[in-house]
């Protein structure tokens, strides 16, 4: 079974800061892994998909990375400010009927 | 439609009755899944339809819970004799088909609470 693990759990920044998310999963037949954000009480946003055969995906001040070889995908955020405070959400679909999201992880961002 | 839609987006019911939730995916996505989400926990698959597939109910929790996908389309979450432990969020999401290359589209979930 595909496990996600998203590190850190939570993260606290000052407005302005760059900052990484990880996650990383233990079985690499993949199609893609998807990056979403999620606000309390709310569903999920998609942020930014990466097909199984690209390194990496851009979209305004962020950017994901993906090794499948590896295990793992980054998130990366650019001069945070405080509307990207949420739960940060990968997930990866299998070979089977399902996918699996990470743990997340939620991110404040300090005004 | 443009995006998924989920009615109703709050429930509250008494236990032990009945609810009804509804998932109505973007058009001509031919793959659909139903997730929950309970207070602090992760996302707990439930059931996942593909086309006129048999679906997938591998992560069904009891069988208080079915579901059903009508032309292919809308999709109908039926949770029986409703408990409290089944408070929780139920999201939906469609895709193209599994694996597509367009990723896979949330609806804003349906918050149910059984008082």
């Known amino acids: 079974k595909q496990e996600v693990t998203q590190i850190p759990a939570a993260l606290s920044v000052p407005e302005g800061e760059n900052l990484v998310l990880n996650c990383s999963f233990t079985d690499s037949a993949i199609y893609n892994l998807q990056w979403f954000r999620q606000d309390p009480g709310k569903g999920l946003t998609s942020l930014l998909l990466i097909q199984s055969s690209q390194r990496e995906q851009t979209s305004g001040r962020l950017n994901a990375s993906l090794d499948k070889s590896s295990g793992r995908s980054t998130l990366y955020i650019a001069a945070s400010q405080p509307g990207d405070s949420a739960t940060y959400l990968c997930?990866?679909?299998?070979?089977?009927?399902?996918?699996?999201f990470g743990t997340g992880t939620s991110l404040t961002v300090i005004p | 439609g443009a995006g998924v839609s989920q009615s109703p987006s709050n429930k509250v019911t008494e236990k032990g009755k009945d609810v009804e939730l509804r998932c109505d995916p973007i058009s001509g996505h031919t793959a659909l899944y139903w997730y929950r989400q309970s207070l602090g926990q992760g996302l707990e698959f439930l059931i996942y339809?593909?086309?006129?597939?048999?679906?997938?109910k591998s992560g069904l929790p009891s069988d208080r819970f079915s579901a059903e996908r009508t032309g292919g389309s809308v999709s109908t979450l039926t949770i029986q004799r409703t408990q409290q432990e089944d408070s929780a969020v139920y999201l939906c999401a469609s895709s193209l088909a599994l694996g597509a290359t367009g990723g896979y589209t949330f609806g804003s979930g349906t918050r149910l609470t059984v008082v």
């Open positions: 997930a990866v679909p299998n070979t089977g009927n399902q996918f699996y």
């Open positions: 339809f593909q086309g006129n597939s048999a679906p997938d």
